[in-house]
């Protein structure tokens, strides 16, 4: 529905339910309206080399995901595209910036960095594109925002692509586009969730959710798992938890450093981790294949989080399972999410880890328990008894002193240590340790009083 529109240049808002292809629904128009290094018409430009589109996502994870779809779409044109985001080096995006990019896609706070350094130039920009424009004004972005607009050219094609609107986004959309189109890709009665997304909300205890997780995740047809915690906290100890109870999960959270956050979502993507937990940082626009379940172990805070949350699954007219957890204290909270989008849960059932009603909704086999069969034990030896431990071997030193420093009588030593020891010796043992007296020096004494004192066993007193 916006391709016919978009490739004329015109502006344009598009409102979609999550899943159903927003990311190319802006990201072919910026690919075909952008000039190649190659064309014939690309030494004409004003300012070969410097940005022709930019795309401005609200969080890093989304910046790299739309980033990786455009450089697939316009592999084949030769176009250079350039991620901008925090948390990693400026160098390497300054050097790609000199040499020269066609698209730059990145985070408000980068961006707007580089361009008050002026390494950055949105001068010649022809396509600007707002990525989940509400998830900006939520962060708090839209100051940022509207600097960089104010960077770019007035006759400009401007594109705003969100699952929801509020009255702010509608109104940076008055202020900065001329006559946009809007485009819903359905009728306005239609529910904002994905109707291939079958939804369970279940009242729980906090105490218990760890158990019924650990049940949920033992499903028949589960695939991957993205599990939702409302702090970064959470997200870390939930993870800790699973991994623990043996299931190979990765957290994905604020706090962790950004080449984590990336290989964290890399190992998610490619299946080695089936079970992704993370903040909201992962409920926009993150598209990841086979997703089968998502659950909210924490109500979210609103309808729009919840609409996202949920959206990770169910994507592209595939199946998926939403599952809320919510605990007594959120009841007032999940209640104002269940008018909202007109869900039948007003009233959650009470649901523990060993309730028929979950193990019946989820599939899960009858015996799952709460952690997974822990490794065999390994066998012990035949005849039914464990190894008995080897004796522990005596050092071939003896000792010649009292802890008063009296010589030790050779026939009230200890009769085990001495007869080893000349054994030892006997045996002619060329790899025996020699033996090594040692003197203990008394201070403020000099050495003739050492050797008398120790000869005598008397202690001098020394003022």
């Excluded at 930019?54 to 995901?65: F, G, N, S, Y």
């Excluded at 937990?277 to 992962?282: K, L």
């Excluded at 045996?427 to 000869?455: K, L, Y």
């Amino acid at each position: 529905m916006t391709l016919s529109i978009a490739l004329l240049g015109t502006d344009l808002i598009g409102q979609a339910r999550t899943g159903t292809g927003k990311t190319l629904a802006f990201g072919i128009p910026v690919v075909q309206r952008t000039v190649a290094p190659h064309d014939p018409d690309y030494d004409e430009l004003v300012a070969p080399g410097r940005a022709q589109a930019l795309v401005i996502a609200p969080t890093r994870e989304l910046a790299i995901q739309v980033s990786g779809d455009l450089s697939t779409a316009s592999k084949k044109r030769g176009l250079r595209v350039l991620t901008v985001y925090g948390g990693v080096p400026y160098e390497p995006q300054l050097e790609m910036l000199q040499s020269g990019v066609d698209i730059v896609i990145g985070t408000p706070g980068r961006l707007l960095d580089l361009a008050n350094r002026r390494s950055l130039d949105l001068s010649h920009v022809k396509s600007l594109v707002l990525d989940e424009a509400d998830e900006m004004l939520d962060l708090g972005f839209l100051p940022d925002v509207e600097k960089l607009i104010a960077k770019t050219p007035e006759l400009r094609q401007t594109m705003l692509f969100s699952a929801t609107m509020p009255s702010a986004i509608v109104s940076l959309a008055r202020t900065h586009m001329r006559h946009p189109v809007n485009i819903r890709a359905e009728s306005s009665a239609d529910s904002q969730t994905v109707p291939a997304t079958a939804q369970f909300v279940y009242r729980t205890h906090d105490l218990d959710k760890p158990e019924v997780v650990a049940r949920i995740l033992q499903a028949e047809d589960r695939s991957r798992v993205i599990i939702f915690t409302r702090t970064k906290r959470a997200a870390q100890r939930v993870a800790d938890d699973l991994t623990e109870r043996g299931f190979p999960t990765s957290p994905l959270h604020g706090d962790m450093a950004q080449v984590s956050r990336e290989k964290a979502l890399k190992r998610f993507r490619e299946g080695t981790v089936e079970i992704l937990v993370a903040t909201d940082v992962a409920a926009r626009g993150i598209d990841v294949e086979s997703v089968s379940h998502v659950i909210n172990y924490s109500c979210p805070e609103d309808e729009k989080v919840y609409l996202h949350r949920i959206g990770r699954t169910g994507r592209a007219g595939a199946t998926g399972i939403a599952v809320t957890l919510v605990d007594w204290a959120d009841l007032a909270r999940w209640k104002t999410i269940n008018t909202a989008h007109d869900l039948p849960f007003d009233d959650p059932v009470e649901t523990y880890s060993t309730s028929e009603m979950l193990y019946h909704d989820m599939g899960i086999p009858p015996g799952a328990t709460g952690r997974l069969k822990p490794p065999a034990a390994p066998s012990e030896p035949s005849g039914g008894k464990s190894a008995a431990r080897p004796p522990r071997k005596r050092s071939g030193r003896e000792r010649t002193r009292t802890r008063g420093g009296k010589p030790v009588d050779a026939s009230s030593a200890d009769g085990a240590a001495s007869p080893n020891a000349t054994g030892d010796q006997d045996s002619g043992d060329a790899g025996a340790r020699p033996r090594r007296r040692r003197r203990r020096r008394r201070p403020n004494a000099d050495s003739s009083t050492n050797a008398s004192s120790s000869s005598s066993g008397s202690t001098e007193s020394t003022s």
